[in-house]
């Protein structure tokens, strides 16, 4: 019984010892001398595309005197000015106690943030020290006045094609026609078509429409509707002469390293018109690949030197089995491959659980962390999402309220044809909608 009493008094002793440890530790943190002072490089920085890859803006900050061996790490916070720091832009920079930012980068944050591009925004940045869950100082905030540039081309315009071969006549959106840079009046689209007839027309109105009375390319307000075959198409409209053109038109890779191998058909890139590139998201085996058109060598692209730069009936190009981002330029002709994920929807309500490959998302290209899967036919039965077509990271809805769960439950699924969105741009939470066609 003595030696029993003995060990609880030891026991509270330690635990009286460990306590006036840690309310030491946490009495030095908040002392005058556990302090960080921050400081900016520039008070006032411009941003210009023409200076990405250059540094834009460093950020330099003290080690607090915490009055004993800390092994601390450091976030730098960015607000816009007025802000409570709630919605901040969050940098984590490990222990350094400096950091610079390149312009690409900052004006990514900029643009996060809600700043209008070529406009002077006052922004607030401090920096965070962390030594645990519970203890943390900050430094005084310092202002910035920064001015971000349009990280994305604005091509769009008023026109689109309406019709039977798009969207039943304006069942759904029509499909959009796009400046064509450097040339005034004149637009394009890139559509795929059914067997129907379409018309041009002006804001998703009839108000003013266009057809072709003589079905000779020239267009008449009000006339007749233009007869289409299904397959994808390049449509040239030039607003200020009423004429348009058609022409069979895709882009796409070939090659032992997709799925069709070199007799094709080619994996096709989709137009993206906020950096005016050909791109797209694909897996790839072992082996090489070119990019060309119309599923014809008549145009065709390689990369002699492997340095990014596409040349006309170039070589081949090498890659190895993985899934892919690429991104065609075909205004200097010149190409990116990266490694990415490509998200998939899964499950006894579309191929059987994994039996035949997922049925791919393309990316959002205007809003990042945004997924489309559109007119996907569905069968009665239960799905879920996953990358990669592998269950290392997959998505489903407990509770069906419409927020992803990383594991989550299956998700029911009705037999249709549907869009489906997948939307991971808040970090807080990830979220899908499913909508009926």
């Not at 014809?296 to 170039?314: P, Q, S, V």
Request: a negative charge.
């Amino acid at each position: 019984m003595k030696k029993i009493i003995k060990n609880i008094f030891l026991f509270l002793a330690i635990s009286v010892f460990m306590g006036s440890c840690t309310d030491d530790r946490d009495f030095a943190v908040l002392s005058p001398n556990a302090t960080t002072v921050a400081s900016l490089s520039a008070n006032d920085v411009v941003l210009e595309k023409a200076n990405i890859g250059q540094d834009a803006l460093s950020v330099t900050w003290t080690k607090p005197d915490f009055g004993y061996s800390a092994a601390a790490s450091y976030q730098l916070l960015i607000d816009l000015a007025g802000g409570d720091f709630s919605s901040a832009s969050v940098i984590s920079t490990g222990q350094e106690l400096s950091y610079t930012f390149e312009t690409e980068e900052l004006n990514k944050i900029l643009i996060g943030l809600g700043v209008e591009p070529d406009t002077a925004t006052g922004l607030e940045i401090k920096v965070k020290v962390i030594l645990s869950n519970s203890t943390s100082l900050n430094s005084d905030v310092n202002a910035l006045m920064a001015t971000a540039y349009a990280d994305a081309l604005d091509l769009s315009s008023p026109w689109g094609i309406v019709g039977s071969a798009y969207n039943d006549w304006g069942a759904t959106p029509d499909a959009p026609f796009y400046k064509i840079q450097g040339e005034p009046n004149r637009f394009v689209a890139y559509v795929t078509l059914l067997d129907g007839e379409w018309k041009i027309r002006k804001d998703n109105d009839w108000t003013v429409n266009y057809g072709d009375d003589g079905g000779d390319g020239t267009l008449e307000e009000g006339a007749a509707n233009i007869p289409a075959t299904a397959g994808t198409y390049k449509i040239i409209f030039d607003e200020a002469a009423l004429t348009y053109t058609v022409e069979a038109f895709t882009w796409g890779l070939v090659g032992d390293a997709t799925e069709n191998g070199w007799d094709g058909p080619d994996m096709k890139l989709n137009y993206d018109p906020f950096t005016d590139t050909w791109r797209a998201q694909v897996k790839l085996n072992d082996g090489e690949f070119k990019v060309r058109l119309n599923n014809d060598w008549g145009t065709n692209y390689g990369d002699d030197n492997l340095d990014g730069t596409l040349d006309a009936g170039g070589a081949n190009i090498p890659v190895t089995f993985g899934y892919y981002e690429i991104i065609v330029n075909l205004n200097d002709l010149t190409y990116t491959l990266e490694k990415t994920e490509i998200w998939g929807v899964v499950g006894s309500g579309y191929n059987d659980w994994g039996a035949t490959p997922d049925f791919a998302f393309i990316p959002d290209y205007e809003k990042e962390g945004v997924y489309h899967a559109n007119n996907i036919t569905l069968l009665d039965g239960e799905i879920k999402f996953r990358t990669n077509n592998d269950w290392g990271k997959n998505y489903g809805d407990t509770g069906l309220d419409g927020v992803l769960e990383e594991g989550g439950d299956n998700i029911p699924s009705v037999a249709g044809t549907y869009d489906i969105t997948l939307d991971f741009s808040n970090p807080s939470v990830a979220t899908y909608t499913i909508i009926a066609k």
